[in-house]
């Protein structure tokens, strides 16, 4: 193939001019970019080299090589991994296959920190070389392909770039960086060496230079020792070195790793900026033999959200990488999980669908869900001082002090994930609910967990009330809390878009029901002393004409019309039956475009309100009925059917 000239896909031109633009303070990144790609090729080497072990040709150790040319300019970063044909580098190096890259690109803010972060997340690592290069080159070889399939690939990193085939001996890939002239710091030995020990140390794949050493500047003038050289330095000997690590940190000993370098590994595999919040190291022995070293991170990605998004853990046996995001190790609960397991056990050529059928791999997923499980319970134990006082926490441990406030900005970031287990994980579902954390009517921080609500519950209360709602102001503003407030009865107040789905799987917390307060009959039990309860029934007594009246103008709309004393200072509510969806639900449904059952709520007035009282003998009894039902679906975050008629009808009332 002789020299062709491709545009880049216009994604990728508008990347790298945000990437060339937008990343300067941080560099360095492009080198961990870069390595992290050469590992990844001879990761997927040895994969492939499994079934076809000629695919190492004569060089079986795999490895990764950084060398410079300060008079040329460049700094070559070589890998003897899979390579690349033709097609893949116009492919892989033109495109971005990802999707999701324009949302990429209207995330970054502008703020090159955060910027180079989303950078490493959204993994457009190899255009991070244009940082520092004005120019690119590829040389590329494809594992078990003919030396004269070679490929060279050119770009100035802005519109185009130019293929052509060409004669390599060696498999793998060659990164020519042709650096800018602001960028020549990096063509330096010991600015490598530190950039690889900060970023790649852990890389199971050896780094190697090739070492230098000084030597002493030409001698001009033999009678004067000292001031007739020419400048002397370093120079290449022609042997190499091994500088980073390279050795898998999981499998040292817990206590030869430092705190620092486990957080270093975590930023290495997550591509994560900032430390993780916590994590969990084990050696795992019995019927399956494991490693498993767990982290939870500090902050929640931007994807959080997407349910297909791959768990975080890579899968190894006995420490050869055999895969990426291995769902099947990790509920999708705990998609946020990140971290590596060594499997003693699997076989090497174990494929993703193998691995959903496997006996030890369910074994490995309810031991890392467990331990995931028993870390949170410990963030959660240790979240708060016992008293906060400064006594108390004077005497923590300094493990201990760390903890503090962990779980509420664990919870912060995750909480709601970790809610969908309660509908996924059955075996888990106890010590999931021990795990939520809810604000409630007490409490305008999310911190009340079911324990510290029972704890507070009133004499004679025999249920665990809440409320669900779109934001925390209207939970907290909702008239079905009226008679709660009033009475100091705390109810939890639950604004996660899963709330309402997630509590369809928990009725109960320690032998306590669950009870919804917009949900079922008004029914406060032992709470309402027997005065209420008579002066509700004979108010329902007095009012049954009216209510009469009230269904019949009403029943297009409502499914019944009751009298309440759930009610203080409004003069309607509207609650759904007790297995009913609630109003909120259907309406997130519907606004998800799903199908959503017609919820037909029940209508509860107070009949101590003025505005009910007037309603017998009105002679706008219908407009009345139709407000009090409409502002009822607009106080708990509704809209009439019919809006216009709405304000037709208060405007009449008005006037
Ligand atoms: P990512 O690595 O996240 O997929 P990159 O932009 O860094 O994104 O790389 C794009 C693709 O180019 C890689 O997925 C891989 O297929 C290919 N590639 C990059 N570097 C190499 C390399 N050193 N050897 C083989 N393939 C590579």
């Excluded at 560099?27 to 695919?55: P, T």
């Excluded at 397991?341 to 090497?348: E, G, H, I, R, Y």
């Excluded at 709309?557 to 309440?564: M, Q």
């Excluded at 003025?610 to 009345?624: E, I, N, Q, T, Y």
Aim: one cysteine or more.
């Amino acid at each position: 193939m002789s020299k062709q000239t491709h545009a880049f896909q216009a994604e990728v031109a508008q990347l790298l001019h945000l990437v060339t633009h937008s990343l300067y303070s941080n560099q360095e990144i492009f080198l961990r970019e870069l390595i992290s790609n050469a590992s990844d090729a001879c990761d997927k080497l040895r994969f492939e080299a499994l079934n076809n072990n000629g695919l190492y040709e004569d060089a079986p150790d795999l490895q990764v090589r950084l060398s410079f040319d300060k008079a040329a300019k460049t700094l070559t970063i070589t890998d003897n991994g899979i390579g690349m044909t033709a097609q893949e580098a116009i492919d892989h190096l033109g495109t971005i296959a990802k999707s999701g890259t324009k949302d990429f690109m209207s995330k970054l803010s502008g703020d090159q920190k955060s910027d180079a972060q989303l950078i490493g997340q959204f993994g457009v690592g190899f255009y991070s070389g244009f940082i520092v290069a004005e120019k690119i080159t590829v040389e590329t070889r494809r594992a078990g392909a003919a030396a004269a399939e070679g490929v060279r690939w050119i770009s100035g990193g802005t519109g185009d770039f130019e293929v052509e085939t060409i004669t390599r001996a060696e498999r793998g890939t060659s990164v020519i960086l042709h650096l800018r002239e602001e960028a020549l710091e990096y063509a330096n030995t010991w600015k490598l060496k530190e950039i690889v020990g900060k970023y790649s140390d852990h890389i199971s794949l050896p780094i190697l230079m090739e070492k230098e050493e000084w030597q002493d500047g030409e001698l001009i003038d033999p009678n004067d020792e000292n001031g007739g050289r020419k400048p002397g330095g370093m120079v290449k000997t022609g042997e190499w070195e091994t500088i980073n690590k390279a050795s898998a940190l999981w499998t040292r000993p817990k206590k030869d790793i430092t705190d620092e370098q486990y957080a270093d590994f975590y930023k290495q595999i997550s591509r994560d900026f900032e430390a993780p919040l916590t994590w969990t190291h084990n050696r795992v022995e019995g019927s399956t033999e494991y490693t498993q070293l767990l982290y939870i991170p500090s902050k929640a990605p931007q994807d959080l959200w997407n349910r297909d998004k791959k768990a975080g853990i890579k899968l190894y046996v006995k420490r050869v990488f055999i895969m990426d995001e291995a769902e099947a190790l990790m509920p999708s609960y705990l998609r946020f999980v990140k971290g590596v397991v060594d499997s003693a056990d699997l076989p090497l050529n174990v494929s993703r669908e193998l691995l959903q059928e496997s006996r030890d791999v369910k074994a490995i997923r309810e031991g890392c869900t467990k331990r995931v499980l028993s870390m949170l319970e410990d963030l959660a134990k240790h979240d708060k001082a016992p008293e906060a006082s400064a006594e108390v926490t004077d005497v923590l441990s300094e493990e201990d002090k760390a903890k503090l406030g962990q779980y509420t900005k664990f919870y912060a970031e995750f909480g709601a994930v970790l809610k969908e287990g309660l509908g996924e994980d059955f075996g888990n579902k106890d010590r999931l609910s021990k795990l939520l954390r809810f604000a409630s009517t007490t409490s305008d921080t999310v911190s009340v967990s079911f324990a510290d609500y029972k704890a507070r519950m009133k004499e004679g209360q025999d249920a665990i009330y809440y409320i669900t709602a779109d934001t925390l102001a209207a939970a907290k503003n909702s008239p079905q809390l009226e008679v709660f407030k009033k009475k100091g009865i705390e109810v939890l107040l639950m604004t996660d878009r899963v709330d309402e789905w997630a509590l369809n799987f928990v009725h109960e917390f320690d032998g306590t029901p669950l009870q919804s307060v917009a949900k079922g009959a008004f029914d406060l039990g032992k709470l309402q002393d027997e005065e209420e309860k008579k002066a509700a029934e004979d108010a329902a007594e007095t009012f049954k004409p009216v209510l009469a009246k009230l269904k019949e103008a009403l029943k297009d709309k409502a499914e019944d019309v009751r009298v309440t004393s759930r009610l203080v200072d409004s003069p309607a509510c509207l609650v759904v039956t007790d297995d009913g969806m609630s109003m909120q639900l259907a309406r997130m449904l519907k606004q998800a475009g799903q199908q959503a059952p017609e919820v037909k709520p029940v209508l509860e007035v107070n009949p101590e309100h003025a505005l009910v009282k007037k309603l017998d003998g009105s002679v706008h009894f219908h407009d009345l009925a139709h407000i009090l039902f409409d502002q009822a679906l607009l106080a708990e975050g509704g809209l009439p059917a019919d809006p216009a008629a709405y304000v037709k009808r208060v405007n009449a009332l008005l006037s």
